[in-house]
């Protein structure tokens, strides 16, 4: 039963209660696909096996040409249609803790389980690059060197992060003054 959802141009977030009991606090960050991508990619693709078919027949030039812009065509497939993540999931489960999920468009699902007593505290962290500037929600676990990327995959705005966040921290039983964000409106 979904209990909360925001949308955006790139991103849905749902906040799901799949489960009569309270104790499984379920969210979803699913990214939205523009069809008009993939229409321009394969007919793209077309348009250069075509003209690979015309050179053999017409111009009388090698097969190993029609070979070629095959081989072209698997790599312009794979540069632009490169990214097959469909949603990120985050299972909370206070009791045992943290399940973090990525499923492919492929049908592969990838779960990572941090136990909840690892988890020191949930942070919302903002990465600045010379080309652009993003949110992040990460884990601090204890016993690890590196923090623990809630989504590895995509990069939803800080509105619907805040929501994943208040609920990790409500989960890790960190105190308010810990867990504090200012939202400016």
């Known amino acids: 039963m979904v209990e909360f959802s925001i949308s955006n141009a790139r991103y849905n977030y749902v906040h799901?209660?799949?489960?009569?009991?309270?104790?499984?606090?379920?969210?979803?960050?699913?990214l939205k696909r523009s069809g008009a991508k993939y229409y321009f990619v394969y007919a793209l693709v077309l348009l250069v096996l075509a003209c690979g078919f015309y050179m053999y027949v017409f111009e009388e030039k090698s097969i190993s040409?029609?070979?070629?812009?095959?081989?072209?065509?698997?790599l312009l497939v794979k540069l632009l249609l490169r990214?097959?993540?469909n949603k990120e999931s985050v299972v909370i489960m206070p009791a045992f803790g943290?399940?973090?999920?990525?499923?492919?468009?492929?049908?592969?699902?990838?779960?990572?389980?941090?136990?909840?007593?690892?988890?020191l505290k949930p942070v919302?962290?903002?990465?600045?690059?010379?080309?652009?500037?993003?949110?992040?929600?990460?884990?601090?676990?204890?016993?690890e060197s590196e923090m623990v990327l809630v989504f590895k995959n995509l990069r939803p705005p800080v509105k619907?992060?805040?929501?994943v966040w208040k609920a990790l921290c409500a989960a890790t039983d960190n105190k308010e003054e810990t867990c504090t964000h200012t939202e400016s409106h």
Do not use: A
């Open 16 to 30: 799901d209660q799949k489960y009569p009991s309270e104790d499984v606090d379920i969210h979803h960050i699913i």
């Open 65 to 74: 040409l029609v070979y070629y812009s095959l081989l072209f065509d698997i």
């Open 83 to 85: 990214k097959p993540v």
């Open 98 to 119: 943290v399940q973090l999920e990525t499923h492919y468009m492929s049908g592969k699902v990838i779960r990572c389980f941090v136990p909840i007593d690892k988890i």
């Open 124 to 143: 919302l962290l903002e990465c600045v690059t010379p080309v652009t500037c993003y949110w992040t929600l990460s884990l601090i676990v204890r016993e």
């Open 160 to 163: 619907m992060l805040v929501h």
